[in-house]
């Protein structure tokens, strides 16, 4: 899948950054020619006001060469020091601004994500409480709308605690506290609870998968890693067929815990592998892109993990689904 192309206002941007940045390197090619090309002169100039039949002619030349030599190593090497103080800014300014853009484009395409993920639930709902207001009825029906309330206001729910997680995580008021943790326990109650929410809220049969090492313990944070699954867990979902088996795998692997959530889905591009886990990032445009989410899921696991001094990873799974593996220390 290729990348959104790039906005003209930031073409724009580049071709006159690097315009000036050409100016700014030829003007200081030209200032080094004519330094080298007064010293040159001024050499000359010494030389010809001297007089070779005078005592020390051929000290005076030895001491004009010098200085000639000195004066235009002085020059390339002030030349070569402005240069390089040129180039490095210039990069610097060039990735800020580009980056400055790009996080510019995500944060449109989350406001765009979270107003779709806002107003669909919302209508989703106000439609359903009118019709019930307005209708009598029978038991079935009603159960049916209460089923789709209830999995409509999950989204909201996820959304909210996601967006207040992200929030709190980049200000650092999130505080991460560690504790022992089994891991396998918490694995399995999360998955529970994930399956049991599942089929409350009509999501259908799913097929779930586990392989699970026996007491596995490491140092963390209990409510953020169930976070973590749950967003794992949700994205397996919403990106495979209802028909495809979802594996959960937790083994010791050298001294460590490998957790791994593998499906059998749409896949993700080998270029977008590496955008993935930015802050807003989704894959696609959001204009034209049907799949439910606002960019931060991933963002908040890579955070996550890594606060606990851990690694989150995405690899390929068969034909073409995708597995997510988080490596976390084993509690020594």
């Known amino acids: 899948m290729k990348r959104p192309n790039k906005k003209p206002g ?3 941007i580049s071709v006159v950054f690097w315009l000036m940045f050409l100016y700014m390197v030829a003007a200081l090619t030209w200032w080094y020619i004519e330094l080298r090309n007064q010293n040159t002169e001024m050499y000359g100039y010494k030389l010809a006001q001297m007089d070779a ?16 030599d000195i004066k235009n190593t002085q ?73 789709m309330s209830l999995r409509e206001n999950q989204r909201l729910n996820e959304l909210t605690d996601n967006i207040l997680a992200a929030s709190r995580l980049e200000s650092g008021s999130f505080k991460k506290s560690r504790e022992e943790i089994h891991l396998t326990q918490l694995v399995q109650d999360t998955l529970q609870e ?34 973590v699954l749950n967003n794992l867990l949700s994205n397996a979902i919403k990106y495979s067929p209802q028909n495809s088996p979802i594996e959960i795998e937790l083994t010791n ?16 591009p080998d270029i977008e592998k590496k955008l993935i886990f930015e802050k807003f990032y989704r894959i696609g445009n959001e204009a034209t892109r049907n799949t439910k989410g606002t960019g931060l899921g991933l963002y908040l696991c890579k955070k996550i993990i890594q606060g606990f001094n851990g ?6 799974h068969k034909a073409n689904g995708t597995i997510f593996t988080i490596i976390l220390p084993l509690l020594k």
Do not use: W
């Open 311 to 316: 690694k989150i990873m995405v690899q390929d």
């Open 253 to 268: 692997i050298q001294g460590n815990a490998q957790l791994s959530v593998k499906d059998e889905g749409i896949g993700i």
């Open 53 to 68: 039949a005078q005592p020390g002619f051929q000290q005076n030349q030895l001491r004009f060469q010098k200085e000639f």
């Open 194 to 227: 994930y399956i049991s929410r599942l089929n409350e809220l009509g999501g259908g049969k799913r097929s779930f998968i586990q392989h699970l090492d026996e007491n596995i313990f490491v140092l963390a944070e209990p409510v953020l890693l169930k976070l």
């Open 75 to 147: 020059y390339l090497g002030e030349g070569i020091t402005f240069l390089l103080v040129i180039v490095l800014g210039a990069i610097f300014v060039f990735r800020a601004v580009r980056r400055q853009f790009r996080l510019s484009e995500l944060q449109n395409n989350f406001m765009m994500a979270v107003t779709h993920e806002l107003k669909t639930p919302i209508a989703i709902l106000q439609l359903n409480l009118e019709t019930m207001q307005k209708y009598d009825l029978d038991d079935q029906c009603k159960k049916n709308i209460l089923a």
């Open 10 to 12: 930031f073409i724009f």
